[in-house]
């Protein structure tokens, strides 16, 4: 009987021991890549974009676009709750770093990079030549008839101006309160907060006489606006480029290789573009992403 009860008892270690071997060599479900995005177009669309090349490649991928402004991604990033999302070299070095501004674009990369990695052990992969850069655009006839051509024209006539943007330019750093101290402290005659996709419509309907712009809009060709020159070079270069979570990194080593070849494909042009095609076209952001992968041979 105590041979028997032994026995049996044996046989149900090792039929464990056997059942998490199996476990152990089949694996357990893959955990998926929480892929994030800010709240504007060329996000909807790069955040796609990483998406859909992870997938294609076999790494499951879980969205979460649209989730805000940066400091709600970084904040997911650090607390685990998102592995990646696609951000900027001159956001990372004055919002999230609250480094002084530089004009060297590799000079910022280089020390988002590196702060990132020690701080945070957050990865930024390779940045896109793209610069989507912070600017100011007005309509060229009002711009010509109150004599505005630079930041500093734009400050002297502030008072008789109402600009509209995006609600979180009038509180960051690389935002107006940034323009006005390196331009002076100017007052507005009014700022308008909106979603990011109505800047335009705002301008061109005469609501406003500035938008807050950013180098890679469609719209300022469509619209055929000036971009006001930053005469003290406030802003520095904003490269996009995916930032990861080193754990995520460990578990998916292959998802360098993959969105490090999207980056040079990601040129000021191509983004103009690929932007109006959503805001001046109406198509959806994952459709353009998909086309865009298709056409340069980096999805099926």
Not at 142 to 170: C, H, N, Q, Y
Request: a negative charge.
């Amino acid at each position: 009987m105590k041979f028997t009860r032994w026995f049996f008892a044996f046989g149900l270690v090792m039929a464990s021991a056997f059942g998490t071997f199996l476990l152990s060599a089949c694996g357990e479900p893959a955990k998926a890549v929480r892929v994030g995005s800010k709240d504007f177009t060329e996000e909807f669309i790069v955040g796609n974009m990483y998406a859909l090349l992870l997938e294609a490649n076999g790494i499951p991928v879980e969205r979460k676009l649209n989730l805000g402004a940066t400091p709600i991604l970084q904040e997911a990033l650090v607390s685990a709750q998102l592995d990646l999302y696609p951000e900027y070299t001159g956001t990372g070095l004055l919002t999230v770093l609250k480094l002084p501004s530089s004009a060297d674009a590799t000079q910022v990369y280089d020390a988002v990079r590196d702060a990132y990695k020690k701080q945070f052990n957050l990865v930024w992969l390779t940045p896109a030549p793209m610069n989507n850069t912070q600017a100011l655009a007005m309509k060229k006839d009002v711009a010509a008839r109150l004599g505005i051509r630079t930041f500093s024209d734009m400050a002297a006539k502030a008072s008789e101006l109402t600009m509209i943007g995006p609600p979180e330019f009038e509180q960051r750093e690389d935002g107006l309160p940034g323009i006005q101290k390196a331009y002076g402290d100017f007052k507005l005659k009014r700022y308008i907060a909106v979603d990011p996709g109505l800047r335009y419509e705002g301008l061109v309907s005469g609501q406003a006489d500035v938008v807050v712009a950013f180098g890679t809009d469609g719209q300022l060709a469509a619209y055929d606006l000036l971009v006001l020159q930053d005469d003290k070079h406030l802003f520095p270069p904003y490269q996009i480029a995916p930032v990861v979570r080193q754990q995520t990194l460990d578990a998916y080593p292959k998802i360098a290789e993959l969105l490090n070849k999207l980056a040079p494909l990601l040129t000021d042009a191509t983004m103009q573009k690929l932007n109006y095609e959503v805001d001046g076209n109406k198509r959806e952001p994952a459709d353009v992403a998909r086309e865009f992968l298709r056409q340069n041979g980096l999805i099926k």
